[in-house]
């Protein structure tokens, strides 16, 4: 596909539209499929058109059949890595990704890299207000707790992986 743009669309589990922008397509390997955005990309939050335009180049990672998403950032961003817990990712067209947030993210910071998995409290209240099934809580628990692990171990492709990748980022 090399190339062409891709509609990221992120919504919660009633099905509300929540993070929406777009990337381009970088390739595959065997972690997943990997997006790119330039600065200046817009990303939009529900109804909202333009919440903020991006400062520096960004890469993200589809993984296949994974309950998580990851956003690798240039500097000047004070995380160099953001991970989604969601459900895994689905490709409707070429054109398009869609995938459920379940609220819990998991983070390193670039100075110091420490990790944290941080919005424990909306996952908990969410699984009341949403409904979440049980194999929903436990893939998402299971998800933030082992990108919690590969972060702080810097396994690929949170190491040095994402790099070649974020290198195509014009």
């Not at 200046?40 to 993984?63: C, D, H, N, W």
Request: negative net charge; contains cysteine; hydrophobic residues 35%.
């Amino acid at each position: 596909m090399g190339g062409g743009e891709v509609r990221v669309v992120v919504r919660k589990f009633d099905g509300s539209l929540h993070w929406h922008y777009t990337m381009v397509w970088l390739g595959e390997d065997e972690y997943g499929v990997w997006l790119g955005s330039p600065i200046g990309t817009i990303y939009s939050k529900g109804e909202e058109s333009e919440v903020y335009a991006t400062q520096e180049r960004r890469v993200m990672l589809f993984p296949r059949d994974g309950w998580w998403t990851a956003l690798f950032q240039e500097d000047p961003a004070r995380l160099d890595v953001y991970c989604d817990v969601t459900t895994p990712s689905e490709w409707p067209h070429p054109g398009e990704v869609t995938m459920v947030d379940l609220d819990l993210d998991v983070c390193r910071t670039r100075g110091d890299r420490s990790v944290s998995i941080v919005d424990e409290d909306e996952f908990a209240s969410h699984q009341e207000a949403y409904g979440y099934p049980s194999h929903v809580i436990s893939h998402a628990q299971s998800a933030a707790e082992s990108l919690s692990a590969a972060l702080r171990e810097g396994v690929e492709p949170f190491n040095a992986r994402f790099r070649v990748w974020l290198a195509q980022v014009s």
